[in-house]
């Protein structure tokens, strides 16, 4: 794709955002309370010849017409319209499935006919927090390499799993994503290799909606064990040849020592003759 064409694409998304279908974006938790403004200032006289609709995607949420409220099933003791403040809307919990385009509509009866005078859309996303990730070690491919696994599961929307080292990409192995049919949350896992030979410090994150986890993984390279004990081999082989030389050395001096003073023994000899004149004195 030219740079042209992309340029062409981004200021379209751009546009798309900007030109919202809504006046309002709220984003929220699963099971947090939201509150959607509707915004219609009234008098209290008012209130008698108004009809409110809150409705989301075209299907009916709530109705407020001539001071009588009326709750459709899906939203039955999970929501409060406020009156005092411009007809807003709350809803407690959230549910995944809230997730939509709200509208307020507001009529009012002009000379016998109700006719629209107030129309406010807001979009709702509700998101489901992922897990902290957990990160296991699995079994080594091969010598000098690690493989660890990512995995975390309960959110909303898709995720995207990234591994980083360093603030750098690592590309994982077999990272997969998976929903389930019925409660629409996500699963997601990957794989990673890396070389033991080596401190790491691992990031796995996952970016979701507006939000994202993640969870630090470090190796620390194992102590050498092998050039230890060669070393270690290397001081009592020295140790013992500096013994040998010693006790050779000292063996040879005391052999000599031994013969020469033999040797000067006899040369000093006195002989029993002058020791027994000694003795005579
Ligand atoms: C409603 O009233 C408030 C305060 O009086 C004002 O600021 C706001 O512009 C009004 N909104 C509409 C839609 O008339
Ligand atoms: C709402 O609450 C009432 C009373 O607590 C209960 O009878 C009713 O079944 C609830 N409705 C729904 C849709 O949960
Ligand atoms: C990745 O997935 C493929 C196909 O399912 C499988 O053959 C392979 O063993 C997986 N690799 C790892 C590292 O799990
Ligand atoms: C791991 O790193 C060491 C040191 O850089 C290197 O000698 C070795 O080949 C690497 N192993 C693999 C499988 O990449
Ligand atoms: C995880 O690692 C990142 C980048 O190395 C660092 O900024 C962050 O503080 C670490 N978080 C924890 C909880 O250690
Ligand atoms: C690896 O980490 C350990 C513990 O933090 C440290 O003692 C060692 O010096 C590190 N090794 C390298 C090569 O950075």
Redesign the pocket.
């Known amino acids: 794709m030219s740079t042209h064409s992309s340029t062409v694409l981004l200021v379209f998304f751009v546009c798309l955002f900007v030109l919202c279908v809504c006046d309002f974006q709220v984003s929220k938790s699963v099971k947090e309370k939201v509150s959607l403004p509707c915004g219609y200032n009234f008098s209290i006289e008012e209130l008698e010849i108004l009809r409110i609709y809150w409705q989301k995607d075209n299907e009916m949420v709530l109705s407020f017409i001539s001071g009588e409220r009326e709750v459709w099933p899906k939203y039955k003791n999970r929501t409060l319209l406020d009156i005092t403040d411009n007809f807003r809307l709350m809803i407690l919990p959230l549910f995944l499935s809230d997730r939509g385009l709200y509208t307020c509509v507001v009529q009012k009866k002009e000379k016998g006919s109700y006719v629209l005078k107030h129309l406010t859309s807001v979009a709702l996303f509700v998101r489901a927090d992922f897990l902290v990730p957990n990160i296991i070690q699995l079994e080594e491919p ?4 690690k493989r660890i696994m990512c995995l975390t599961s309960g959110g909303f929307p898709k995720p995207r799993l990234t591994w980083l080292e360093d603030g750098k990409e690592l590309s994982g192995i077999n990272t997969t994503i998976s929903q389930d049919p019925e409660t629409e949350l996500y699963t997601v896992s990957s794989k990673l290799d890396f ?4 401190n790491h410090s691992i990031v796995c994150h996952i970016a979701y909606g507006d939000s994202q986890v993640s969870k630090n993984f470090t190796w620390e390279k194992p102590p050498e064990a092998p050039p230890d004990r060669n070393h270690f081999v290397t001081i009592i082989i020295i140790s013992t040849l500096v013994v040998l030389s010693a006790i050779f050395i000292a063996h040879r001096c005391f052999t000599r020592r031994k013969k020469a003073s033999r040797r000067g023994n006899n040369g000093i000899y006195l002989g029993p003759a002058e020791a027994s004149t000694g003795q005579n004195v």
């Not at 091969?142 to 390499?145: E, F, K, P, T």
């Not at 070389?195 to 080596?198: G, I, L």
Request: cysteine-free; charged content about 10%; overall charge negative.
């Open positions: 091969s010598a000098d390499i070389n033991m030979t080596h």
